[in-house]
């Protein structure tokens, strides 16, 4: 079964932290929460164990979004190591917080050969997961499909990570990856593409360990601008949902909206109500 959730506490929580966001996810009939450190991961250990308690309680799963400030392929050396402890720190916290995955976007291009930025960045990514190896943490390290053309991650790049190296597996964005392409996700078969090449690259078992993000998205040739609600997105959402249920995927899907729960609402009503063909 896929679960729904925010991006971040919900816009109707009247208390304005992850304790009372979790607990309106519930209230309104939604599944998971993603905590968003893309400012810094200023979570205190005291404060990750209880929205760990909470989550529990209510039935809540939980990921985590890393801060945005990181490049593992950068030619400064400072900037490769911050984003190294960045991912590590929001991996620590989150696993006291009790979610399953965390996701962040790994890399810039930089003007470099794919095949370069590959490396290096599957070189940081094989450190860091060592790292947590060793503190026996084994929470899942989801590199996020990206929505610029600058920006390392499209979907074949973060497959072949996952298939190199250990603990790791994709953060399909939808949104972004209808931005890549100049907007192909208005058909079915763009959706079902993207659910085979991950079968094929990974296994059934991907899509039974589906971590997704979606929203509408205003893209230009250089890829993704902004997100904005899904009815004002040229994303054929119905369809999507459809290629979920037609796929049997199970997993997470997290509404990066600007109106986050009503879009996560919508969507799993429409996957609810359809049937499977």
């Known amino acids: 079964m896929l679960l729904f959730g925010t991006a971040g506490i919900p816009i109707t929580t009247p208390v304005r932290d992850s304790v009372s966001g979790v607990k309106r996810v519930r209230e309104l009939g939604l599944d998971a929460m993603e905590l968003e450190f893309v400012y810094g991961v200023k979570m205190s250990e005291l404060l990750a164990l209880k929205v760990n308690e909470i989550s529990k309680k209510e039935?809540?799963?939980l990921t985590a979004h890393a801060p945005y400030y990181i490049n593992l392929n950068s030619q400064r050396k400072e900037i490769v190591q911050a984003s190294i402890d960045r991912i590590l720190g929001t991996a620590r916290v989150a696993k006291k917080a009790g979610c399953e995955s965390i996701t962040f976007h790994a890399a810039y291009y930089g003007g470099m050969k794919p095949e370069l930025v590959y490396k290096n960045v599957k070189e940081h990514l094989s450190q860091i997961v060592r790292i947590l190896q060793d503190e026996g943490n084994n929470i899942w390290i989801r590199p996020e499909t990206t929505g610029k053309k600058s920006q390392f991650g499209t979907l074949k790049e973060i497959i072949k990570l996952s298939q190199e190296v250990e603990q790791v597996l994709p953060n399909v964005d939808f949104a972004h990856l209808n931005a890549r392409t100049n907007g192909m996700s208005r058909r079915y078969e763009h959706f079902e593409m993207i659910l085979n090449t991950l079968e094929e690259g990974l296994g059934r078992e991907i899509l039974d360990n589906m971590h997704i993000h979606i929203s509408g998205i205003e893209y230009s040739s250089k890829?993704?601008?902004?997100?904005?609600?899904?009815?004002?997105?040229?994303i054929n959402y119905v369809e999507l949902v459809k290629s979920w249920k037609d796929y049997q995927i199970k997993g997470i899907v997290i509404s990066e909206s600007p109106n986050i729960e009503f879009d996560a609402l919508l969507l799993k009503k429409i996957y609810l109500s359809s049937k499977k063909e």
């Open 59 to 61: 039935n809540v799963r």
């Open 223 to 234: 890829g993704e601008r902004r997100h904005t609600i899904l009815e004002e997105s040229d």
